[in-house]
């Protein structure tokens, strides 16, 4: 703060020296005629030794002090470099608030970066504004313009003047890309630990691989359906991957690891695992009696219906072309077939359940204890893990390329601080104007005070 | 000759005569307050920002490099860079370099601050060319090399380099920062993998013949891993074009060419000579190679009087995905 009051200071003296001296010709104009006044110009000595000397010191010192006031200020140009940007949405779809630049949580964020000392977020954040750099009219719709480019400008205030301007808005800029990237773009959060297979039962390892899979599927559709043409550096698209990695799931893991296991009844701890099975079967089969009484319910309202009822759900009503026919609406009659058409399918579902623990519960029981087989189903499992692995990466890969190239960097920023050729000017002009008072002064006391 | 001269003629040359002095005495009272001023900034550092992409990094990844310490202290054991160290929480510190004017006679200084640093965050250590000369009895450079260790091109072999083991290394290590000697380490950092490698050789001459295997692996090997290269001179990426020298390159040694003119940039450094950057020398900031960025660091020495315009600088990367 001081070297902006010494700064002002010395343009208030130059000034002062300037318009008093001026003033004082003005007033003593009248002491001299014309014919002197004209003398006592042509005879001043314009170049004068120690008026530019002290003209230059006192340059440099303005100088010094406007460099430091100059400093305080630094502004930045985020540029959105995005396709959506241009109707001002995030990468997501969602739409583009640029006070996000310097909300709370950005400032916040930025001092924890810069572990910025004496100052709070709301300090902080007073210093701050952002704008777009077009602004287009309101007016009339061909004026409308939608920027792509914001300025956020920093200007230090007495709480602030401790930071270096430049890095403050370094951080800022830096901590609004993390925050932009964490709530508008794509993750990759694929990859998880390694659970402890030693401890798993085989046939959980299987539905291990299959939540694993799937999730590795689901992620490849998510993205084929962004972009089903993009091409990855191997020439491969999200659905060719996608396509390997259910391949895979149905032979590797289903007929060949699951099958292994139950034709050979391969199991751990065969009693607990049994026993498992079977209490899970005496909740399954409480389901099926319950969708079982469900689905009789249902049919036994429908019967309760009379037929009369159901003819009087034809609405009068018209198509695309404006033409009239009679519509049949859902009223309760069909909502209770449904009803009833949906418990029966759980009921089969539950049963089929049944009959598929049913039938593990007698590999199981008949279990073989054969370690050569065991350590084949752990290699098995290791290898599948492998290869689940591998295309995890490859996913990931695929998707980190497509992201790059979409997002095309996301968001570029350029930093703008002290422009020397504008200091430059800024001392060029000062010198003159200090220069042109100091000569007036000097004219100034060669007018007589008296005639 | 003065007689010959009017009254007039002879005030005029006076006048000039003081004029000259006088901007002479502005001149030098400007330059020695510039000088002094400097070399009082400069007994602290200044932190520089930067923001890199790289599409391998799934979370914020921050990497701290410290350069040219040249065994100077902030706070008594450096302990005010050590704080402002760990105040910015790094992911990974890298030192590139001549962090001691000798590694024989500063090795416990290089220790206790290798022992400090790795406390915080893994902790790397490249070998400088001060580092270097009072280890190795000999320019690292390929003929001296080919000389002590009786080589040819035929029958080079690039680990009898490493072979020589040094006191200087094992202290280091001992006190938890990992020397890299043409060697990359693989770290897990917030469920990223990283590999950091340091050059030991970074003499042009000598770096593709002694180096070029172990450089090859950490470059090529594990692709999808973050690369970062760490190397004290950066003399390699202006020598030679290569498609891909890492996902980040940290460089040192010029110390910033040590006074920084306003238009001009750099002034000098010792191997570019007057304006290193305009002749195309690394010399101080983030440069753009093969496409990747390599950050030159102006280091921490802080005793050079002519150091202007130029404040030691702790460099903090912060790599974000994009």
């Known amino acids: ?451 | 000759m003065d007689k010959f001269l009017s009254p007039k003629a002879k005030k005029n040359i006076r006048a000039a005569k003081f004029f000259a002095f006088g901007m002479i005495f502005v001149c030098l009272a400007t330059a020695i307050v510039i000088v002094l001023c400097s070399y009082i900034g400069n007994r602290n550092f200044r932190e520089t920002f930067y923001n890199v992409s790289s599409i391998k990094a799934d979370s914020p990844l921050r990497v701290i490099q410290l350069s040219d310490l040249h065994s100077c202290l902030y706070g008594d054991d450096n302990q005010k860079l050590i704080a402002r160290v760990e105040e910015l929480k790094p992911d990974v510190i890298i030192c590139t370099g001549d962090m001691v004017n000798s590694a024989t006679d500063d090795a416990d200084f290089a220790a206790d601050l290798g022992r400090k640093l790795s406390k915080i965050a893994p902790s790397y250590y490249v070998y400088g060319n001060n580092e270097v000369e009072s280890i190795y009895d000999f320019p690292l450079n390929e003929k001296e090399l080919d000389e002590h260790f009786g080589f040819t091109k035929a029958n080079r072999d690039e680990t009898k380099l490493l072979e020589i083991k040094d006191s200087f290394e094992q202290k280091l290590e001992k006190a938890g920062i990992k020397v890299l000697k043409n060697e990359k380490d693989t770290i897990e950092v917030k469920n990223m993998t990283v590999d950091v490698y340091g050059v030991l050789n970074s003499n042009p001459s000598s770096f593709w013949s002694y180096s070029e295997k172990s450089f090859f692996d950490h470059i090529y090997e594990n692709s999808d891993n973050l690369k970062i290269t760490a190397v004290h001179e950066p003399f390699i990426f202006e020598e030679f074009s290569h498609d891909f020298w890492g996902d980040l390159m940290l460089c040192g040694h010029t110390h910033g060419g040590v006074m920084r003119v306003p238009v001009l940039g750099p002034l000098y450094t010792h191997e570019g000579g007057l304006l290193p950057e305009r002749s195309g020398g690394l010399v101080y900031g983030r440069y753009d190679v093969s496409g990747k960025p390599l950050i030159v660091s102006s280091g921490l020495e802080n005793k050079n009087i002519l150091r202007i315009n130029n404040q030691p600088e702790l460099v903090v990367i912060d790599i974000n995905k994009f």
């Open chain 1, 1 to 451: 703060m001081i070297t902006a009051l010494l700064q002002k200071l010395i343009i208030l003296i130059i000034g002062v020296l300037f318009l008093v001296s001026a003033a004082i010709i003005y007033f003593r104009f009248k002491n001299v005629n014309r014919t002197e006044a004209a003398q006592i110009f042509k005879t001043t000595q314009y170049f004068n030794a120690w008026l530019i000397l002290l003209c230059f010191v006192v340059t440099i010192v303005f100088g010094v002090f406007n460099h430091f006031e100059l400093k305080k200020s630094v502004h930045a140009i985020i540029s959105l470099n995005y396709s959506e940007a241009s109707q001002a949405q995030n990468s997501n779809g969602t739409r583009y608030n640029m006070a996000e630049i310097i909300c709370d949580e950005v400032v916040d964020k930025a001092i924890e970066k810069g572990a910025l000392k004496d100052v709070t977020t709301k300090e902080l954040r007073d210093c701050l504004v952002v704008y777009p750099c077009v602004q287009g009219g309101v007016g009339d719709e061909s004026e409308y313009h939608i920027s792509t480019e914001f300025a956020v400008e920093y200007h230090a205030s007495k709480h602030t003047s401790h930071l270096d301007s430049e890095n403050v808005i370094k951080l800022i800029t830096s901590a609004y890309k993390e925050y932009y990237i964490e709530n508008y773009t794509d993750n990759f959060g694929l990859a998880s630990e390694k659970p402890n297979f030693d401890e798993m039962e085989y046939m959980d390892i299987a539905a291990y691989f299959d939540k694993e899979t799937l999730s590795i599927l689901n992620y490849l559709y998510g993205m084929a359906e962004k972009n089903n043409s993009f091409v990855t550096e191997n020439n491969t698209t999200f659905n060719s991957l996608a396509g390997r990695v259910y391949q895979f799931k149905e032979t590797q893991i289903n007929q060949n690891f699951r099958s292994f296991i139950l034709q050979n009844g391969i199991v751990r701890d065969k009693e607990a695992y049994v026993d498992r099975l079977s209490h899970h079967n005496k909740n399954v089969d409480f389901d099926r009696q319950k969708n079982g009484v469900s689905f009789d319910l249902c049919n036994q309202a429908i019967d309760m219906y009379s037929e009369e009822m159901t003819r009087v759900v034809l609405v009068p009503t018209w198509d695309e072309a404006g033409k009239y026919y009679m519509g049949r609406t859902k009223v309760g009659i069909d909502e209770l077939s449904v009803l009833a058409t949906s418990y029966s399918d759980y009921v089969t579902s539950n049963e089929k359940e049944i009959m598929d623990n049913n039938l593990l519960i007698d590999k199981m029981s008949a279990g073989n204890e054969d370690s050569g087989l065991h350590e084949s189903v752990d290699l098995m499992a290791d290898a599948i893990y492998d290869s689940i692995k591998g295309f995890e990466k490859e996913a990931i890969k695929a998707g980190r390329e497509y992201s790059s190239h979409k997002m095309n960097q996301c968001i570029a920023v350029s930093i703008y601080g002290i422009s020397i050729m504008n200091e430059l000017k800024t001392l060029v002009l000062f010198a003159i104007f200090a220069y042109a008072a100091f000569m007036l002064r000097v004219i100034s006391k060669k007018f007589p005070k008296k005639v």
